[in-house]
């Protein structure tokens, strides 16, 4: 079946340096491609969404990129920081009718090296 | 605010017995949904509900009922558990239809032996 993946389980940066995740998706149909943070012991929180009609989002310290042709989406963090150290999801919001449910990847998980 | 609520936090299950996790949000969502995330996997959709007196099955509901009589909450049940219902659940809920932005519980760590 379709679904959202990621290339990478981990990756590991260092503190000031900026980090770039990436995600394999295959549903063409969504309408939106969104990331989301996992800290340690919590609930994923939202970072930023992208139109699927769109190429480039930017948020604060965060830009989304997405390719349609080869189905990539990535998530680039400028000046990484401790506080970014978590796993990060993709997720797509699928566009069938009545069906608006996220569906996540695997994850990344981040380690920002002090 | 609290936003969304899960009870229990934490819960160790025998095989065959049944239990009710139940979520609770405050923020006047229209859309509540179950997941369940286990050891190097993503997110997976149990049941969800675009509003009260609403379910709909997701990618893995077997093993699971739901309801959502009231909007704010939404109860996840398991009738018989099995070890392989042993998970992490996450509940969450959004404004609507075109909201990409969920809230999340803290999670409901559940153990079945």
């Known amino acids: 079946g379709e679904s959202v993946g990621l290339h990478l389980p981990t990756l590991s940066v260092q503190e000031g340096d900026n980090s770039i995740i990436n995600c394999a998706y295959s549903?063409?149909?969504?309408?939106?491609f969104i990331w989301y943070k996992q800290e340690s012991g919590k609930g994923p929180q939202f970072i930023i969404d992208?139109?699927?009609?769109?190429d480039k989002r930017q948020g604060q310290r965060v830009t989304v990129l997405l390719n349609k042709t080869v189905k990539h989406l990535s998530l680039q963090i400028a000046a990484t920081q401790p506080g970014d150290s978590a796993v990060y999801f993709c997720?797509?919001?699928?566009?069938?009718?009545?069906?608006?449910?996220?569906?996540f990847g695997s994850g990344t998980r981040l380690q920002v090296q002090p | 605010n609290a936003g969304v609520t899960q009870t229990p936090k934490f819960r160790v299950l025998k095989t065959g017995q049944s239990m009710t996790l139940l979520c609770a949000q405050d923020?006047?969502?229209?859309?509540m949904y179950w997941y369940r995330q286990d050891p190097g996997m993503g997110l997976r959709l149990i049941h969800y509900?675009?509003?009260?007196?609403?379910?709909a099955k997701g990618e893995v509901p077997d093993g699971y009922n739901v309801s959502r009589l009231k909007k704010q909450n939404f109860l996840l049940g398991l009738e018989s558990a099995a070890p392989s219902q042993t998970s992490v659940y996450f509940c969450?809920?959004?404004?609507?239809?075109?909201?990409?932005?969920?809230?999340f519980g803290q999670g409901t760590r559940l153990t079945v032996v």
């Open positions: 549903n063409s149909a969504s309408d939106y």
């Open positions: 923020m006047n969502h229209e859309y």
């Open positions: 997720a797509e919001n699928k566009g069938d009718t009545g069906r608006r449910a996220l569906t």
């Open positions: 509900s675009v509003g009260e007196g609403t379910t």
């Open positions: 969450a809920s959004s404004y609507g239809i075109e909201s990409t932005e969920a809230f």
């Open positions: 992208i139109r699927s009609n769109m």
